[in-house]
C-alpha cells in the first residue's frame, strides 16, 4: 500500500485526506522537516512525499493529489470530467501551490526578505505577507459565492489543498477569516467531514 510521509501543520494534510477520502489501505508517517528519515525518501526533507509499493516516490502535493485524483477515479475526487474541468483542477492547484501558500512564506520566514534584522523590520515584512494573504483569499471568497465546493464538480483533491491553508489563514491572520464568509463556510464543511476528522485526529495524536 501506499506511504505518506507527513508533517503536522503542513500541507501534507491536504494527500493525507484525499488517502482518507480514497478508502484503500494506506500508511501514513508523522516525520520532521530535514530529519534522516525524510531525507531517506527526499532528498529536499521536504513533506508531502509518496511512496508506492514499488518504491516509486512522488513529491510536491499538487501532484501528489492530482496522481490520486487519477490513480482512484473510483472516489469522484478529479473535479469533473473532460478537458476542461481538468484545466480548473490544474489552475485552481497552480493558485493554492503558487500565489496562496507563495503568500504565507513572508509570514512563516520574514527574514528570508529582509536583510535588516530588526524587530521593525520583521514586522513590517509579516504585515506585507498578511496583505498578500489576504488578496488571494479574497479571490477565492469570491469564487466560492453559491458554491458548497471549489471545482464544479463537487468533493476534490482541491477542496482538501484548500484546507491546510484555510487553517494557517484562521491562526495567522489578523482577525482570521473575518470578511472570508465564504471561505470560512467551505472550512466548516470540510471540518464536519468524517474522513477529515479521523485525519486530524490522527495528525493531532502523533
Not at 28 to 47: C, D, F, I, K, T
Request: charged letters at 20%; aromatic letters at 10%.
Amino acid at each position: 500500500m501506499p506511504t505518506l510521509y507527513y508533517a503536522v501543520g503542513a500541507c501534507s494534510l491536504a494527500p493525507h485526506i484525499v488517502l482518507e477520502w480514497i478508502g484503500e489501505p494506506y500508511d501514513a508517517v508523522r516525520v520532521q522537516y530535514g530529519s534522516a528519515e525524510l531525507l531517506a525518501v527526499n532528498p529536499a526533507g521536504a513533506v508531502p512525499t509518496l511512496r508506492e509499493d514499488d518504491g516509486w516516490l512522488l513529491t510536491q502535493a499538487g501532484a501528489i493529489l492530482d496522481y490520486l485524483a487519477h490513480k482512484h477515479p473510483e472516489a469522484g475526487l478529479a473535479g469533473g470530467e473532460g478537458i476542461r474541468a481538468a484545466a480548473e483542477a490544474h489552475r485552481w492547484s497552480a493558485f493554492f501551490t503558487s500565489d496562496v501558500h507563495a503568500a504565507f512564506w513572508p509570514v512563516f520566514m520574514p527574514f528570508r526578505y529582509t536583510t535588516d534584522q530588526s524587530d521593525g523590520a520583521r514586522r513590517a515584512v509579516v504585515e506585507a505577507g498578511h496583505k498578500l494573504v489576504a488578496k488571494q483569499f479574497g479571490i477565492l471568497d469570491r469564487h466560492l459565492e453559491g458554491r458548497e465546493h471549489i471545482l464544479d464538480g463537487g468533493r476534490s483533491v482541491i477542496d482538501a489543498y484548500s484546507f491546510p491553508m484555510i487553517r494557517w489563514a484562521m491562526k495567522l491572520l489578523p482577525g482570521g477569516l473575518d470578511g472570508f464568509a465564504n471561505v470560512r463556510a467551505l472550512h466548516d464543511r470540510l471540518a464536519a467531514d468524517p474522513g477529515v476528522q479521523t485525519v486530524l485526529a490522527r495528525e493531532a495524536g502523533g
